[in-house]
């Protein structure tokens, strides 16, 4: 599992998160309110699957906390 987490207030909250629950590789994007998509990545080894974490989240955190702060 890779998740980025950011702190509001005291409080740290999980904004997106990469995994391969059930076996199946897939990212969770959440919200404020505790609201998810979930968004499956298609037929991906679990080595491509950390790679593809790793670089959509340094890419894209500040896009996923504004979204996440909506």
Do not use: C
Not at 16 to 35: E, I, P, Q, S
Not at 53 to 64: P, V
């Amino acid at each position: 599992m890779v998740q980025y987490e950011t702190k509001i207030g005291d409080r740290w909250y999980p904004v997106v998160r990469y995994d391969t629950a059930h076996g199946v590789a897939h990212k969770d994007v959440l919200n404020h309110r505790g609201l998810r998509e979930k968004v499956m990545l298609g037929e991906m080894d679990y080595k491509e699957a950390l790679n593809l974490a790793d670089a959509d989240i340094r890419e894209n955190w500040t896009s996923y906390k504004a979204q996440f702060l909506r």
